[in-house]
């Protein structure tokens, strides 16, 4: 059974930085490509990272920028998030995902989420 | 690309045949797929590349669609139905749509 966990996050002031977990179990994480979605409070999703399987490509939203990190530890089962220079508009749940079969890039299994507050 | 859900609230009822859909601003490739976020839970894929339907969904979901027009189907809703459908477009980066509330009549 597939599942992905997430940890990390919490309440933190404008300008901080966190660093978000996700642990994988149930598949062979190393050969699947990964990704970070988030929600904020009452709106819809939006996807914001995705790192190949190999961590030889990563992609982000134009919204996180220079400001969020997306890493994995292949030997760990454990994909990372972390959030740099962040925003009250980064207040949101955050969900880590495994990248379907083929490309990777749309998302089978989702973890139930992890939310981050970003609020002085 | 940017895509468009409608209608943003839908009533149905119980038994009915219920059709969502979605409309990219380019073209999709049929790299298009729905998700169904229920109260309280992370969401759950129903279907991938336009028509293909996610292990352990039920068959009464079904999409369809190309270029920039997308649907998904259900062919007789049930209560637990009741969630928020997305849809997600994979071919040109990586984008949700705003979402379908649907609710019972």
């Known amino acids: 059974e597939v599942q992905l966990v997430e940890s990390g996050g919490g309440l933190v002031q404008p300008g901080s930085s966190l660093k978000l977990s996700c642990v994988a179990s149930?598949?062979?994480?190393?050969?699947?490509?990964m990704h970070w979605i988030r929600q904020a409070p009452k709106k819809g999703l939006e996807w914001i990272a995705l790192?190949?399987?190999?961590?030889?490509?990563?992609y982000y939203a134009d919204s996180v920028k220079g400001r969020f990190t997306i890493s994995r530890d292949n030997s760990k089962n454990t994909l990372y998030l972390e959030m740099n220079s962040l925003r009250s508009e980064d207040t949101a749940m955050y969900y880590c995902?495994?990248?379907?079969?083929?490309?990777?890039?749309?998302?089978?299994?989702w973890g139930q989420g992890v939310m981050v507050t970003v609020s002085s | 690309i940017q895509l468009t859900q409608s209608p943003s609230l839908l009533s149905a009822s119980v038994g009915d045949r219920v059709t969502l859909s979605c409309k990219g601003s380019?073209?999709?490739?049929?790299?298009l797929a729905w998700y169904q976020q229920k109260l309280g839970e992370a969401p759950k894929l129903l279907i991938y590349k336009t028509n293909s339907l996610q292990t352990g969904i039920p068959s009464r979901f079904s999409g369809s669609g190309s270029g920039t027009d997308y649907t998904l189907t259900i062919s007789s809703l049930h209560s637990e139905d009741l969630a928020t459908y997305y849809c997600?477009?994979?071919?040109?980066?990586?984008?949700f749509g705003g979402g379908t509330k649907l609710e019972l009549k």
């Open positions: 790192i190949y399987y190999d961590s030889s490509n990563k």
């Open positions: 997600y477009q994979y071919n040109n980066g990586w984008t």
């Open positions: 995902a495994k990248g379907g079969y083929g490309s990777g890039y749309y998302f089978d299994y």
């Open positions: 149930g598949f062979t994480f190393s050969s699947y490509n």
């Open positions: 380019q073209n999709i490739n049929n790299y």
